[in-house]
């Protein structure tokens, strides 16, 4: 057992391969039959499997459920990383922490890890840098759609481009992308999702709803609070300050994935609840930026375990119902 636990904190000393990890998922699914059901969601544009990790004690069908998605944009690789790190510590602590063992007997974790699998392996073998998908984009010598710029939430609204060139082009319609279309049907349809993240980097932020518009969501109160509570307790871990902000607060941007958790497509299908949706951006504040060193991945980790448990447990606590009624 301490070789197995060693092993896997070297695991986590490291980026890996989108192969290596598609593996490591694996693994988790056979060592941990009681806690881990992997599927395949769907396949992304140039068919790479994209699996779905479900994790909870028993059955979770009929169970509330927390979303995570992992390396949206491909350059990002401490947001895949991180979502393997909580993964882990969810799996070794059950049944040792109280705190885990209540999560999971209560709660489903759903994890994607990989929102663009070829925009990830493209970072490795073509261009570290690369953000998008690798759509061919008709008419235009430049490939790839900003995924976070392509979920059917207020698409084209404000900080997105119609340039398939521009970093942000988000694509010819709303969840024009398979990536997107797939991710989209799974979480519509497990419905009872009372929390979603898309994990991101950098800039040490957790980005709460809106982003398309800087006016106040209806549960503006009460995502604020979570945002400040997840802030306070990853703080306390290594003392790095997270700024919990509305997500417009950083710029604006709108066909994103944590405003159409919580927006009314995905409340509509959801089975009573709206999702509390954020944005994590990950370290750091800009030293390396989107080249974050490995030897940060297992801080940055202990500091979103921290974080993941808190608004894990305070959605549980305080789930937002969805609208009812006329002028829902």
């Known amino acids: 057992m301490a070789e197995d636990v060693q092993q896997q904190q070297e695991w986590h000393e490291e980026y890996h391969r989108y192969e290596d990890i598609f593996a490591w998922y694996e693994e988790k699914n056979t060592t941990y039959p009681e806690l881990v059901d992997m599927r395949i969601a769907g396949v992304s544009y140039e068919e790479r499997p994209m699996p779905v990790i479900h994790i909870t004690a028993g059955s979770g069908e009929e169970k509330l459920k927390i979303y995570f998605q992992c390396q949206i944009h491909a350059r990002e690789w401490i947001s895949g990383a991180v979502c393997m790190y909580i993964v882990d510590y969810l799996l070794q602590n059950y049944g040792v922490d109280e705190r885990v063992s209540a999560l999971l007997s209560e709660l489903e974790v759903i994890v994607v890890p990989f929102v663009n699998p070829d925009g990830y392996s493209y970072s490795w073998d073509g261009d570290r840098l690369w953000r998008k998908n690798r759509q061919i984009n008709p008419g235009s010598a430049c490939r790839g759609v900003d995924l976070n710029r392509n979920y059917d939430d207020h698409w084209n609204e404000t900080g997105s481009s119609g340039d398939p060139c521009s970093e942000t082009f988000h694509g010819a319609f709303p969840a024009s992308e398979p990536e997107t279309r797939v991710t989209s049907d799974l979480f519509m349809s497990m419905g009872h999702i009372i929390g979603a993240i898309d994990w991101h980097s950098y800039s040490q932020l957790i980005l709460r709803p809106y982003g398309w518009t800087t006016a106040d969501s209806p549960d503006e109160p009460w995502l604020r609070a979570l945002g400040d509570g997840m802030s306070a307790v990853a703080f306390e871990v290594h003392g ?50 989107f080249l974050l060193p490995p030897n940060q991945i297992i801080p940055n980790g202990e500091e979103m375990v921290a974080a993941v448990l808190y608004y894990c447990l305070a959605c549980l606590d305080n789930p937002i119902p969805a609208p009812s009624g006329p002028g829902k």
């Open 240 to 289: 790095q300050r997270y700024t919990s902000q509305k997500g417009s607060g950083l710029y604006p941007a709108s066909g994103t994935a944590s405003d159409w958790f919580y927006g009314e497509q995905a409340t509509e299908a959801n089975r009573g609840f709206r999702a509390a949706g954020y944005a994590i951006e990950l370290r750091d504040t800009g030293q390396y930026g």
